[in-house]
């Protein structure tokens, strides 16, 4: 079964940074697409940020430029550096698997939840 364990959420300043990283487990991040998602309340959930099997990645227009997603494969580790966090980013943020390797998707595709097969269990930002 694959697991995703999210961590490194917080409470911070707004103009202030994190660094989120989610852990795999019966997975390899090397073939896989993977993303980053965040739900704020009473809002569906978005997607944030997406890394491709072979690395290149792709973001939602309101963190381009603020927001890096990396992944580190020897870890099986995927990142979310937040930098210039505004009120606006506060939310649950969760990784998602796809779960298909090597799947070739548009980034709007694959910022779109319904893409996705597995979920971790969220870290809270609050700015």
């Known amino acids: 079964d694959v697991q995703l364990v999210e961590s490194g959420g917080a409470t911070v300043q707004p103009g202030g940074s994190l660094r989120l990283s989610c852990t795999a487990s019966g997975y390899a991040v090397s073939n896989y697409c993977m993303g980053w998602f965040r739900q704020a309340p009473g809002k569906e959930r978005e997607g944030v940020a997406v890394?491709?099997?072979?690395?290149?990645?792709g973001y939602a227009d309101s963190v381009k430029g603020r927001f890096t997603i990396s992944k580190d494969n020897a870890k099986n580790t995927l990142y979310l550096q937040m930098n210039s966090l505004k009120p606006e980013d506060t939310g649950m943020y969760y990784c998602?698997?796809?779960?298909?390797?090597?799947?070739?998707?548009?980034?709007?595709?694959?910022?779109?939840?319904?893409?996705?097969?597995?979920w971790g269990q969220g870290t809270q930002v609050t700015v």
């Open positions: 998602a698997a796809d779960g298909t390797p090597a799947r070739r998707l548009t980034t709007t595709q694959a910022l779109q939840a319904v893409e996705y097969n597995s």
């Open positions: 890394v491709y099997d072979m690395g290149l990645t």
